[in-house]
């Protein structure tokens, strides 16, 4: 695996903004790049049965200013072009943008890679990715992101079970069961192909439901630990500025004015009364996780048996070119 982060493009635009005439002789000098990055990896193709796949993406977009950090459409909106030999495409097969998160690229490319999901991810499966592979294949990827989402909601929402997500995961599980005794009995029917995409409607149906609501759970801060910080830094402050003014005296010696017996006791008693409430209603409230990191996990299917190690749908291959807009 080779990662590669081109400065060029995101210095000028910081520098003269996204409409510099600058702009559009460093995108014709990254054609060139990735013109040379493709051609290479072509010529390597030969020398091994797994297609090769690039993937291009920008971290971020950029305002009218040149800046980004901000939630408006040209500053989280990017492009997102997987390519590869690997991808079935027909003549004349003309399929429009599709506007995806960027918290699933992260699946997407461990399921690809044969590589378990990191723990905290919220993303799901880019499914154009592997629609192009067999039915059994398909589900068995759903099934990795769907266990793999709905472990996550179980540590962090106490009460996973009323979820709509994890009640679609469940479904979603005992519908893959029936296919696969159904499978085993006759690989090749109208009914199990029926069945296949019934309950491959669910599992997207079931990721789509858990996705969002694990990424609501993310975007909700712990407001009571924030104004308990906010209330200690005030209380310092005030500490502070009181003592300016003996400390500047010219003789002066640096103490901090805790003499006023009232003063000091409304100090302490705020602290106690804060931690007591803290202790009480905190861990309850702050149940939260972290953003996706590189933190791998190994993910275990429930029901769905797993594939032999080595095996063609453990390799994952790259299957269909899905272009994108993370936000």
């Known amino acids: 695996m080779l990662i590669l982060h081109y400065l060029g493009l995101d210095h000028i635009g910081h520098i003269s903004g996204p ?3 600058l702009i559009g002789h460093k995108l014709s000098e990254m054609d060139s790049v990735l013109m040379k990055i493709h051609t290479s990896l072509q010529s390597k ?11 291009l993406c920008g971290d971020h977009g950029m305002s ?8 408006s459409m040209e500053e989280v909106n990017t492009p997102l072009i997987l390519i590869s030999s690997a991808f079935e495409r027909k003549p004349g097969d003309i399929r429009h943008p599709k506007h995806v998160q960027q918290t699933d690229v992260a699946a997407t490319l461990a399921i690809a890679l044969g590589l378990p999901i ?11 990715v592997v629609e192009g592979r067999p039915m059994r294949e398909q589900l068995r990827f759903l099934h990795l992101n769907t266990v793999q989402l709905s472990k996550l909601l179980q540590e962090n929402v106490p009460s996973y079970e009323k979820d709509p997500g994890f009640e679609q995961f469940k479904m979603s599980e005992r519908l893959h069961g029936n ?8 690989k090749h029917s109208e009914v199990l192909f029926n069945l296949g995409s019934k309950v491959l409607r669910q599992y997207l149906a079931a990721l789509k439901t858990l996705s969002l609501s694990l990424s609501t759970q993310v975007a909700q801060y ?6 308990v910080g906010t209330v200690v830094v005030l209380e310092v402050l005030t500490l502070l500025l009181l003592s300016v003014p003996q400390a500047l005296h010219r003789k002066a010696e640096l103490e901090v004015p805790l003499s006023s017996p009232g003063f000091s006791l409304l100090f302490y ?22 953003l996706p990191v590189m933190c791998w996990s190994e993910t275990k299917a429930t029901e769905a048996p797993l594939p032999p190690k080595g095996s063609e749908a453990t390799r994952s291959g790259w299957y269909r070119c899905a272009v994108g807009s993370p936000a």
């Open 222 to 227: 712990d407001m009571y630990s924030m104004m």
């Open 118 to 128: 990191p723990k905290d991810s919220v993303g799901s499966l880019l499914f154009p």
């Open 179 to 186: 296919w696969i005794r159904l499978y085993l009995e006759e």
């Open 19 to 21: 409409n510099s005439p």
């Open 64 to 71: 009218e200013t040149g800046s980004h950090g901000a939630s």
């Open 45 to 55: 193709e030969r020398e091994t049965p797994l297609p090769n796949l690039l993937v």
């Open 269 to 290: 008693l705020v602290i106690l009364v804060l931690s007591a409430v803290h202790g009480l209603t905190g861990p309850q409230q702050r149940g939260r996780m972290g």
